[in-house]
């Protein structure tokens, strides 16, 4: 957890306690916040690309994923080291994005704290196994949900993830 003024609401971006002593978060701080060491801005161009994932919530929920899949590999990994890599992973599937199969759909279902029917969600990936889809929640998780919740077809979206 952030050392923020009680009450300073915040959502991680970024980055787990088990696996790493880094974390980004977005906050909002009082103007007349004071910065210290363990808390701080992050780099400008790191900035920029959070800002441009704002735009694009799949390249965002699915950096999570890979800097998670990254930091356990690596012991006593720096600040400078985890933004960097969180930069260069973001940065990536902002680029792709041109390239990729994620699509919004429409909610069916209310599922407390989670789905709201009628909302649009990025669905970023599709297991046939289950028939279930992968999607991207407002606080950019990944969650699997079955494909009717979102009145997909699973042979529909078995084509469309396998192009």
Known sequence: MPNLPEGTPFLLLAGTPEI????????????????????????????ILLYSANSYPPALALARDDIEVSCKNMENISKEVFCQMFSSILKQHLQLQRHSAHFLA?????????????AFYWIVGFDPEYNEVEWVSDNFYVYQNPVSDFGLEPHKLRNYFNQ
């Open 106 to 118: 429409e909610s069916l279902i209310d599922e407390e704290d989670y789905l709201v029917k009628g």
């Open 20 to 47: 790493s002593r880094w974390a980004l978060f977005e906050c909002e701080l009082a103007d007349d916040f004071k910065f210290s060491e363990s808390i701080e801005l992050v780099p400008e161009e790191l900035e």
